[in-house]
Nanobody, 115 residues
């Protein structure tokens, strides 16, 4: 059974940091490119960052460039999103996605940036 389980979300003050994790199971994680996406209330889901199966960074949204970093540990079947200098506009549900021959989505984790 394929599973992508995000964790690490929560409430943080503006300027703070969070690290999201996405633990994968049920497929060959090391063969898949991984990405983080987010969806704010009333808005479409948007791509945040993508990382190749071997760890190359292929895409980072302009809105988070210089603040967010995507990384992966294939030995732990986990992809991470380090988020620094958080802003209220980063508030959203964050999803991880695995893409190769098929695409899989996680259920999401809520990130709320508010004072």
């Amino acid at each position: 059974q394929v599973q992508l389980v995000e964790s690490g979300g929560g409430l943080v003050q503006p300027g703070g940091s969070l690290r999201l994790s996405c633990l994968a199971s049920g497929f060959t994680f090391s063969m898949y490119a991984m990405s983080w996406h987010r969806q704010a209330p009333g808005k479409e889901r948007e791509l945040v960052a993508t990382i190749t199966s071997t760890g190359g960074i292929t895409n980072v949204a302009d809105s988070v460039k210089g603040r967010f970093t995507i990384s992966r540990d294939n030995a732990k079947n986990t992809v991470y999103l380090q988020m620094n200098s958080l802003k209220p506009e980063d508030t959203a549900v964050y999803y991880c996605k695995a893409v190769w021959v098929r695409a899989y989505w996680g259920q999401g984790t809520q990130v709320t940036v508010s004072s």
